[in-house]
């Protein structure tokens, strides 16, 4: 299965802010390019992810839309 990962660091986890509250962050990994929540995620309370959604890495300050790493 092949993870996508920051085209800075390497890492393979990232995350995207939700839309109504800044300050509440939801980590995920890309697999084959689905969006995959870690489990601490309650199912329906985490945000869409599109193709222009801004995403964060978890271990470097690289952001930019979805489809950058895809």
Not at 24 to 47: K, L, M
Not at 48 to 66: G, K, L, M, V
């Amino acid at each position: 299965m092949t993870k996508s990962k920051c085209p800075i660091c390497g890492c393979e986890q990232f995350y995207v802010k939700d839309p109504d509250d800044e300050f509440e962050v939801y980590e995920f990994e890309c697999r084959a390019g689905d969006v995959c929540f870690n489990e601490a995620a309650a199912p329906g309370q985490c945000p869409e992810i599109d193709a222009s959604t801004e995403i964060f890495c978890n271990a470097c300050a690289w952001h930019d839309r979805f489809e950058k790493i895809k």
